[in-house]
């Protein structure tokens, strides 16, 4: 393999350094991986000391749950897209898909502080008990991790803005998806390890 770059093959991975860095990403979210597992297990752990405050069969709302699911769900597909667009050498298009991605995560992030606000109004905030304190700590961290994505990925948009689609720039947006896919996959776990059981329950 040549030092510099492959001629065919997805852009970013047609150099050693795309390769390595793209590898060393998967690596990190081996770590988010193990940092999810240690809040979900906590918050298992902790599931129903809500003391005196609301249990959250009380509290949790279906529609504003699948209200939330929905904009994230949708924002990994059209993420999906804007990577597809980068593959066939649309800057237009990625810009485009990964435009609407980004207004898909700050309406679910919209959605996310009115739950917040709406459940701290009710009694229930992160002081309230240990379980509702393993929550806001396990569903912010994910926001967290969300609204960092959406930083990461506005600076992405200036920068292939300023230089193209290149080995470089690539190699990040394609980074930057894996990272996009990987909240939703932890969505997923909160949606139904949180949210359906504690309506349940």
Same mark, same amino acid.
């Given at each position: 393999?040549?030092? #510099?770059?492959?001629?065919?093959?997805?852009?970013?991975?047609?150099?050693?350094?795309?390769?390595?860095?793209?590898?060393?990403?998967?690596?990190?979210?081996?770590?988010?991986?193990?940092?999810?597992?240690?809040?979900?297990?906590?918050?298992?752990?902790?599931?129903?000391?809500?003391?005196?405050?609301?249990?959250?069969?009380?509290?949790? #709302?279906?529609?504003?749950?699948?209200?939330?699911?929905?904009?994230?769900?949708? *924002?990994?597909?059209?993420?999906?897209?804007?990577?597809?667009?980068?593959?066939?050498?649309?800057?237009?298009?990625?810009?485009?898909?990964?435009?609407?991605?980004?207004?898909?995560?700050?309406?679910?992030?919209?959605?996310?502080?009115?739950?917040?606000?709406?459940?701290?109004?009710?009694?229930?905030?992160?002081?309230? *008990?240990?379980?509702?304190?393993?929550?806001?700590?396990?569903?912010?961290?994910?926001?967290?991790?969300?609204?960092?994505?959406?930083?990461?990925?506005?600076?992405?948009?200036?920068?292939?803005?300023?230089?193209?689609?290149?080995?470089?720039?690539?190699?990040?947006?394609?980074?930057?998806?894996?990272?996009?896919?990987?909240?939703?996959?932890?969505?997923?776990?909160?949606?139904?390890?949180?949210?359906?059981?504690?309506?349940?329950?």
């Amino acid at each position: 393999m040549s030092a #510099e770059e492959l001629k065919t093959g997805p852009l970013e991975y047609r150099t050693k350094e795309g390769q390595m860095s793209i590898l060393g990403f998967w690596i990190f979210l081996g770590a988010e991986v193990v940092l999810f597992a240690t809040l979900f297990a906590t918050y298992a752990v902790l599931f129903g000391r809500t003391a005196d405050a609301p249990h959250p069969g009380e509290l949790f #709302e279906a529609g504003t749950v699948l209200i939330m699911t929905f904009l994230l769900l949708t *924002s990994s597909f059209t993420c999906g897209l804007a990577i597809h667009e980068m593959r066939r050498g649309s800057v237009k298009g990625l810009t485009i898909w990964m435009i609407i991605t980004l207004a898909l995560g700050l309406g679910f992030l919209g959605f996310e502080i009115y739950e917040f606000v709406h459940y701290a109004h009710e009694g229930a905030t992160i002081q309230s *008990s240990a379980f509702w304190s393993s929550f806001f700590v396990l569903a912010g961290t994910h926001g967290l991790h969300v609204t960092l994505g959406i930083g990461w990925a506005t600076l992405l948009l200036i920068q292939i803005a300023r230089r193209g689609l290149t080995n470089v720039t690539s190699r990040k947006f394609f980074i930057i998806s894996l990272y996009w896919h990987f909240l939703d996959v932890i969505w997923i776990f909160i949606l139904t390890s949180v949210y359906l059981i504690g309506m349940v329950i």
